[in-house]
């Protein structure tokens, strides 16, 4: 079995007709288009979530990074 779901959009009936005239294959267009948004969605909240990461390093002291690093280096 296919672990698909249907996705229904209304568009124009004039949309429509050209999209059957041309030979366009609508469900493959949305599909790719979703696929793409889904993508950019991802990026963006990593964007996001890495810049929030930053602004938190910011405020720790490098020298406590760098002590942190070495111990975690010295232990293994």
Same mark, same amino acid.
């Given at each position: 079995?296919?672990?698909? !779901? !249907?996705?229904?959009?209304?568009?124009?009936? *004039?949309?429509?007709?050209?999209?059957?005239?041309? *030979?366009?294959?609508? %469900?493959?267009?949305? =599909? @790719?288009?979703?696929?793409?948004?889904?993508?950019?969605?991802?990026?963006? #909240?990593?964007?996001?979530?890495?810049?929030? &990461?930053?602004?938190?390093?910011?405020?720790?002291? &490098?020298?406590?990074?760098? @002590? %942190?690093? =070495?111990? %975690? #280096? *010295?232990? #293994?």
């Amino acid at each position: 079995m296919s672990n698909q !779901t !249907t996705v229904c959009a209304k568009i124009p009936a *004039d949309l429509k007709k050209k999209l059957i005239e041309l *030979d366009i294959n609508a %469900s493959a267009i949305m =599909r @790719e288009a979703l696929k793409s948004e889904v993508k950019r969605k991802e990026k963006e #909240r990593l964007r996001q979530l890495a810049e929030e &990461a930053g602004q938190i390093l910011q405020k720790i002291p &490098a020298e406590e990074i760098v @002590e %942190s690093i =070495r111990a %975690s #280096r *010295d232990s #293994r």
